[in-house]
Every structure is written in structure tokens, then in C-alpha cells.
């Protein structure tokens, strides 16, 4: 699945446009599979929504090792709904959970997002390098709305880096005490003893629809 996984084994968003009848009741299921990594994971898994009548909206997918793994937000005709688990389970190689969600058009986000920031990390591997980031992230009452991590060879020596990308919020209201320039301050000083760079750059509230799309062009 080579060309499903970025240079990073993020996880990309797999998007597919919907026409759906407004006429016709729909069904709104989130998948979630995984498996060994196969060439046609992804298109079987679709082939499951298509045969029940359904289409794909958001999905994220991406290689974990010697995995794959994907969650997809599926719409299916209300009538054919039950066919969609029995659909996915018959995919070979791939263990998959169907889930019954809300109409994702419906549904107003709450809580509402006061702050939105993008988060980096480059440096050397450590042990418990995420747990010690996202705990000053939640001391802030930070939330991680997405998060991709990985490994790499350094380009010289034989040492192993660690990298972080995601994208980090606050809901409103946003307490009196809350200030991005303290959580950099905490940030810089973990960075410092992990031997890592951390940056948490301010980001307008439609960079999470941004960072989406930017995710779509490298399917």
C-alpha cells in the first residue's frame, strides 16, 4: 500500500465525493480496519460500502509497520445498513468494527474551538517522548486533534530520530490563565531535556480544514 502512505506513514485523508438522494434515508457507520498491509485493502473495504448501496465521505488510512489501517465515515441506504457489516467482515485478511454515528451534516461541533495550533517535533527517539508532550498538551487543557508520528533514520550516523505533526485546540470559552506563549515556554524546556525541537506555531481556526485538504492532494 506503498501509494496510500506518505513519506512519513501519516495518515492521509482517503476523501470521495457523496451524491446522495435526498429522497432515499441514509445510515451513517464509521468503519474501522485493520490488517496485514496487501495490495487492495482499501479498495475491497470500499467495494463492501458500494455493495450495500453506500459511499465513503472522511476517511484517514495509513501503514503501521507491517499493518494497515484505515477508519472510513460511510453514509448507506437505511435499508441496506445491515448488509454493510456482514459486507466488510467477508474482506479477507482484515479485522474490522462497524459503527452506527450521527448524520456528520447534522451535527453541531461542540464545543466550539477558541484556539487552533499546529505541532512539531523533530529530535532524537525516546522512551516516552509522546506521553511527556501531550501531558504539558492536557496540563493546558489542550486537546490533539490530530497527531502523526514516526521514525527515521538520522541522514548521517546511525542514530534514529522521532518526528511529531499535528494539530492541537482549545475549546471555548478559553480559561483567563490560558496563554500559547506558557505552553511553548514548558514545551522548550521538555525540549531541552529530550534533546528535541518542539514548535507550536499560532494557527487561524480554518487551518483544521486546511491541514485536512492539504492531507487529500497526496492520495
Known sequence: MASLARTRLSAPSLRASRLLSTATPYS????????????????????AVTDAGG????SRAGRLGGHFSVMMLVSVPSGSAADLGPNV?????????VYDTSDPDAVEVQPQVGYTGSLSLEGADGLGIVHEITSVLAAHGMSVDRLDTGREG???GGSTLFYMNGVVTVPLPLAQKFSPDAVREDLDALADSMNCNITVEDSPLPFLQRFVDRSSVNT
Not at 459511499?55 to 472522511?58: I, K, L, N, R, Y
Open 28 to 47: 451513517h457507520m464509521i468503519i474501522n480496519a485493520v490488517g496485514p498491509d496487501r495490495p487492495g485493502i482499501v479498495a475491497d473495504l470500499t467495494k
Open 55 to 58: 459511499s465513503v465521505g472522511d
Open 154 to 156: 538520522a541522514p548521517f
Open 89 to 97: 467482515g467477508a474482506v479477507a485478511g482484515v479485522d474490522a468494527s
